[in-house]
């Protein structure tokens, strides 16, 4: 068996139970809440469990999973790498150009490879609108756009970022960027971020939800709508449009499981001299025997991906300079907030 280890148990657990599905025998947990740490360990009853990731960093494990505090993940990410352990980090690469450049350079050095769990990259929305795209459906990319909004009332999103002694009170508006930045637009048009303009949506001290423009090596815009924000979208709080030189591919407005399905347009002088207007049903996901629901499609996909990173010498899905890339947008783009939403420029991190 591939042995792993699983650091956060919150989003971790889910992880887990997906790396066993995968073929991971799961042999080391670790998180600060005793609670989560006695739930997982109920589950996984032979694994070793500790408070802290450093007190597990010698354990005999081929894999980690990173799923721990969102701003957290570069130094133990480092660690493992440097151990020769393959790592799937969770949402956040890291929270400064420093950091991304240590990771990027201990990713370059390992005999290990570095993933990042990047769900909303395998969801079934964006995988359809990623096979137009790459398909010539629509032309080339001119304006992509992505929503990652929760509607929360207001007591809820209170309670969620009022303590700054947590992750969610720690980070800035701009940094839970990745779901949008990472996924479909980074993935879908296969560019890199160049300049990051943010504005604060909300007349509050601290606004609770960002609207970033952000320029392309390509030289398409995107813009992503992030965070709380009335609209939730039902396909996992995701929404995705992009416009190309000869029509339109975006994910449906609608309710339930329609959300997943996407609408494809093409004006009649791109298409034959007929207008084009139909929706795209994206295929049902079996694996491991069994029907996936498509709330965790993306999750599924991600970690049988990095299942055959770590056993078949697989590519990762999404990299460590992509990863590192989509990151720094959200640290460019809280610059940006600070100095009264001025364009910044994002790190040339395909250059590293």
Not at 261 to 290: I, T
């Amino acid at each position: 068996m591939t042995k792993m280890m699983i650091a956060g148990l919150g989003r971790g657990l889910l992880l887990a139970r997906w790396c066993a599905r995968a073929g991971f025998e799961v042999t080391a947990l670790c998180d600060p809440d005793p609670e989560l740490l006695a739930a997982a360990s109920a589950e996984f009853p032979a694994a070793r469990t500790a408070r802290r990731w450093e007190e597990l960093a010698g354990e005999d494990v081929a894999a980690v999973v990173l799923a721990n505090d969102f701003d957290a993940h570069a130094e133990p990410a480092i660690a493992f790498l440097r151990r020769g352990v393959h790592v799937l980090s969770e949402c956040a690469a890291c929270v400064s150009e420093e950091e991304g450049r240590a990771l990027v350079q201990a990713a370059r050095e390992s005999s290990a490879d570095y993933s990042f769990a990047e769900n909303y990259v395998e969801h079934p929305h964006v995988r359809t609108i990623g096979t137009l795209v790459e398909g010539g459906e629509i032309g080339d990319v001119e304006l992509i756009e992505c929503d990652y909004v929760h509607g929360l009332a207001p007591a809820a999103v209170a309670a969620l970022t009022g303590d700054p002694a947590h992750w969610r009170g720690r980070i800035t508006p701009t940094a839970y960027c990745t779901h949008t930045l990472s996924p479909p637009v980074l993935d879908v048009t296969g560019a890199w971020p160049v300049e990051v303009t943010a504005h604060p949506v909300g007349t509050g001290e601290r606004p609770m939800a960002v609207v970033m423009a952000t320029r392309l090596s390509t030289g398409a815009l995107a813009l992503t709508r992030q965070t709380f924000l009335q609209g939730e979208p039902d396909s996992h709080w995701s929404w995705l449009s992009v416009r190309g030189t000869e029509g339109l591919a975006e994910s449906l407005r609608a309710p339930g499981r329609d959300a997943w399905s996407v609408r494809l347009r093409n004006e009649p002088w791109a298409h034959g001299g007929s207008l084009r207007d139909e929706v795209r049903v994206p295929e049902s996901l079996q694996l491991y025997g069994e029907a996936v629901d498509p709330m965790e499609a993306g999750t599924a996909r991600v970690v049988e991906a990095f299942w055959r990173t770590v056993t078949e010498g697989a590519p990762p899905r999404v990299p460590v300079r992509a990863a590192v890339a989509a990151s720094l947008v959200g640290v460019a783009g809280a610059r940006s907030l600070a100095e009264g939403s001025r364009p910044v420029a994002v790190p040339d991190v395909a250059g590293w």
